[in-house]
């Protein structure tokens, strides 16, 4: 039967994440260590936990509101206030949804008509580009660069824009580089989004995770840009609540109530038995995410000094909890280099293209993992190396 005249031609034309597949190849072999998926090692706190457990016990176990229960909602937007002094309407301005990837693919099909362009720097997570395809738009890449520590220039910004432009996606801190926005690198790219009326997609879901003496600025925190950017955040990297499933988005009124619109027809609600959990986390997990950050960055410092140590170069990444180290000097691809990884010292990392083509040359690896893992890891990372340049010399 010639399913391709049934099937949704976009649909077919995405192709799976490059990510899970060596998470795959990972799962089917034995004594690997993944470094590839970007999943916290530590477990949901326990009073978060909790709060999760009473909810159920109780029998609290219906629907709650499309947007979100009330009191969610009012956490969301304290805890905005009191992290990046943006002040948001909780019942107007915020949305509840099942994990930040809802709230990213809601914004795309609430705002993008069939031709528009929507600019996205990359290397950066995987969806953004298939979820513009999805909507009708048309992917605009912006390539960013070593050497400009991956940050978005404003010019490449301003060369990317055509009378088609209305969205920009700004994914910092990133996926997979670590990079991060400095308030004047935001303030330059706002001037260019300002002066074409564009719109931002601000994903922040790593925002509790920036290293060193600067905190996280919103995009929207900027002068003028509050009312023009859509904020995406979430509970996972934050209070290591992958599983939990719990995002949510902040924007002007009109954006949000379409999106809530789409998540009415098509989700509902985000489940109950989080939200409660996620009030609990708001409330009193300020703690918590200090802890697991001190814990990151102990990690991240070490990844950044083994690889430089062995003579791949890697810039120092302020945010998330990857590294993004250049395997050029290796002669191999970033396929090759992933490939001969696992099937040779049982270490799995992602190939910098699973992010955009401007990957090739880079392997991501989170440090996301066990100090004892990691250590482990990086040794045989290094077995490696050395058995390359044994070859090569050979």
């Not at 993008?112 to 362009?117: C, H, K, L, Q």
Request: glycine letters at 8%.
């Amino acid at each position: 039967m010639d399913y391709s005249k049934f099937l949704n031609s976009k649909i077919r034309s995405v192709s799976p994440s490059g990510i899970r597949r060596f998470f795959d190849i990972a799962n089917e072999m034995d004594d690997v260590i993944s470094l590839s998926i970007g999943e916290p090692d530590f477990q949901t706190p326990w009073h978060i936990r909790d709060e999760g457990i009473r909810s159920l016990e109780k029998g609290k176990t219906w629907y709650s509101p499309n947007r979100g229960f009330a009191a969610l909602l009012d956490e969301i937007t304290k805890y905005y206030d009191r992290r990046f002094s943006l002040n948001y309407s909780s019942s107007e301005q915020t949305l509840v949804t099942v994990g930040g990837s809802e709230a990213i693919d809601l914004a795309f099909r609430a705002l993008v008509d069939p031709g528009d362009e929507v600019i996205i720097p990359q290397p950066s997570f995987v969806c953004y580009e298939p979820l513009t395809v999805m909507a009708g738009g048309v992917p605009v890449i912006i390539n960013t660069k070593n050497e400009d520590k991956f940050r978005l220039k404003a010019s490449d910004l301003e060369a990317a824009i055509t009378p088609k432009t209305k969205l920009l996606v700004l994914p910092f801190p990133n996926n997979p580089t670590g990079a991060i926005m400095e308030k004047h690198d935001l303030e330059e790219i706002a001037e260019v989004v300002k002066k074409h009326d564009l719109f931002v997609l601000s994903d922040e879901i790593y925002s509790e995770l920036t290293y060193g003496r600067l905190n996280h600025v919103s995009i929207a925190s900027i002068e003028g840009m509050y009312e023009r950017t859509v904020v995406i955040n979430g509970f996972s990297k934050s209070y290591a609540m992958t599983g939990w499933r719990l995002g949510y988005a902040l924007g002007p009124e009109p954006v949000i109530a379409q999106m809530t619109k789409l998540h009415q027809y098509g989700i509902m609600c985000a489940p109950t038995t989080a939200q409660y959990a996620a009030i609990e986390a708001l409330k009193n997990g300020d703690r918590d995410v200090v802890r697991m950050r001190d814990e990151y960055d102990m990690r991240r410092r070490l990844v950044v000094d083994s690889f430089n140590d062995m003579g791949l170069s890697c810039f120092e990444p302020l945010g998330a909890f990857y590294v993004f180290p250049c395997i050029k000097s290796t002669g191999l691809s970033s396929e090759e280099f992933c490939t001969g990884l696992i099937r040779k010292k049982h270490v799995a990392v992602v190939p910098g293209t699973a992010f955009g083509n401007c990957g090739e040359g880079f392997v991501r690896v989170s440090y996301s993992y066990s100090l004892k893992h990691l250590k482990i890891a990086l040794g045989r990372i290094r077995e490696f190396l050395k058995e390359l340049s044994d070859e090569n010399n050979s």
